[in-house]
C-alpha cells in the first residue's frame, strides 16, 4: 500500500470542468473548478453540446492547474480518478478520455467513480470524523435520493424521485418566475424576504411507496401560479413564490428522510448535492435533527455543487477495494450508484 495516496480526480459530468489533487481521501492539497455558468445564462440552462465543446478546450490546463497549485507533477500522481458515470455524456466522455491519456501515459492506476458517489464524498473532505453507516439524501439538478451508505463502496437506495428532481423543480419554476440562471440558486437569494406561508403548494405522496417521491406535480403548481398571475394581469411576489416553494420542498425532504430514518434506525444523516446549499433546507434539516437527538452532516457550500476534490475523496475508498478500470472504461449517462463499473469493463 502506497502510503499517502495522492489522486489526481477529474470531474466534467455536466457544465463544470474540475480537477484537484486528494491525499488519503480526506485532504485536498488543489481544487480547480472552471464554470460555464455564464455562457449558459445566455440560454437558460445547460446546453449539451456547448458544454462538451468547453471541456474540451479547457480540461488541459485546467487539469495543469490543479497539478501545479499541489505542487506536483503527473509522474508523482499514484492514480488518476474521473467521474465515469451519470450525466451529460459527451461531457463524461471528454473527461473520461482524458483520464485515461492520463492514466496510459503514467503507468498509474484509472479509477472511475459515479457521480453521487463522490458528492457523498464531499462529506468526508469537510467532515474528518464522519464515517459510514449512515442515511443520506442526494438532491441535486438530475438527482434525489435517499440512500443507506452501509460503507465506502456500499449503497443502498431506498427512495427516490419517480419524475422531477429537486433542482430540476426550482430551476423551471424560477424560469417561469422569470429569474436568472441558475434559477433555484437566485430563489433561494430572495427568499428570506419572502413569506414561506403566502402560497399552499402540494405536498404529493407516491401510493405504495413511502419512501418515493414525486415533484412534478410541486413543480406544475409553481409554473401555474406565475402563469395564472400573468393571465389576469395581477402582480406576483417573486420573494413569497420563493419562500413559499422552498419551505414545501424542504418539508417533503425532511418527511421522506425521516420516515427512512425510522425504518432504518440510523442516528447519523447526511446530505449531499447541489440543492444541498439551500438556505431553507439547511435550516429545516438542521432544526429537525436537533429536536430529536439525530447527527446531521452538511456539506460547506463550497463543496455543494460538482467539483473534482469530492471524486478524488471517494476514488481513493474505491481503489482501497480494488474497483479500478483499464482501457475498456467507457462513460455512461445514467447507472444506479449501487452498481459498480466493473459490471461495465
Known amino acids: 500500500m502506497i502510503s499517502p495516496l495522492k489522486i489526481l480526480a477529474i470531474e466534467s459530468s455536466c457544465d463544470e470542468t474540475a480537477a484537484a489533487l486528494v491525499e488519503d481521501g480526506r485532504t485536498v492539497l488543489s481544487s480547480v473548478v472552471n464554470t460555464q455558468i455564464e455562457e449558459h445564462k445566455l440560454y437558460g440552462g445547460v446546453v449539451p453540446e456547448i458544454a462538451s465543446r468547453r471541456h474540451t478546450e479547457n480540461i488541459c490546463a485546467v487539469v495543469g492547474a490543479a497539478l501545479d497549485q499541489a505542487s506536483l507533477t503527473l509522474p508523482q500522481v499514484d492514480a488518476v480518478a474521473v467521474t465515469a458515470a451519470p450525466g451529460l455524456i459527451g461531457a463524461l466522455l471528454v473527461g473520461v478520455n482524458f483520464a485515461k491519456g492520463l492514466a496510459l501515459a503514467a503507468g498509474r492506476p484509472l479509477i472511475p467513480v459515479h457521480h453521487l458517489r463522490g458528492h457523498i464524498a464531499a462529506n468526508y473532505i469537510a467532515h474528518p470524523d464522519l464515517e459510514p453507516p449512515f442515511l443520506c439524501l442526494v438532491v441535486s439538478g438530475g438527482h434525489t435520493h435517499i440512500i443507506d451508505v452501509t460503507d465506502y463502496t456500499h449503497f443502498t437506495v431506498i427512495g427516490r424521485t419517480r419524475d422531477d428532481a429537486a433542482g430540476e423543480c426550482f430551476d423551471k419554476v424560477a424560469r417561469a418566475a422569470g429569474f436568472p440562471y441558475p434559477g433555484g440558486v437566485n430563489m433561494d437569494k430572495v427568499s428570506p424576504d419572502g413569506d414561506p406561508h403566502a402560497f399552499r403548494f402540494p405536498h404529493p405522496k407516491v401510493e405504495g411507496s413511502p419512501f418515493d417521491?414525486?415533484?412534478?406535480?410541486?413543480?406544475?403548481?409553481?409554473?401555474?401560479?406565475?402563469?395564472?398571475?400573468?393571465?389576469?394581469?395581477?402582480?406576483?411576489?417573486?420573494?413569497?413564490?420563493?419562500?413559499?416553494?422552498?419551505?414545501?420542498?424542504?418539508?417533503?425532504?425532511?418527511?421522506?428522510?425521516?420516515?427512512?430514518?425510522?425504518?432504518?434506525?440510523?442516528?447519523?444523516?447526511?446530505?449531499?448535492?447541489?440543492?444541498?446549499a439551500n438556505s431553507q433546507l439547511r435550516a429545516k434539516l438542521t432544526r429537525e435533527c436537533r429536536a430529536r437527538g439525530l447527527t446531521l452532516y452538511l456539506p460547506p457550500l463550497s463543496l455543494c455543487g460538482d467539483n473534482a476534490a469530492m471524486i478524488g475523496s471517494q476514488a481513493y475508498y474505491e481503489f482501497l477495494a480494488g474497483h479500478t478500470a483499464g482501457s475498456s472504461l467507457n462513460a455512461m449517462a445514467t447507472m444506479d450508484i449501487s452498481r459498480s463499473f466493473e459490471e461495465f469493463c
Not at 225 to 232: E, F, P, S
Not at 236 to 265: C, N, V
Open 213 to 276: 417521491m414525486s415533484f412534478s406535480g410541486l413543480k406544475t403548481f409553481g409554473v401555474n401560479l406565475v402563469h395564472n398571475a400573468a393571465q389576469r394581469g395581477e402582480p406576483l411576489s417573486r420573494p413569497d413564490l420563493a419562500a413559499s416553494f422552498g419551505a414545501a420542498m424542504a418539508d417533503i425532504l425532511w418527511e421522506k428522510l425521516l420516515y427512512a430514518q425510522q425504518h432504518t434506525g440510523r442516528r447519523t444523516l447526511v446530505v449531499a448535492g447541489g440543492v444541498s
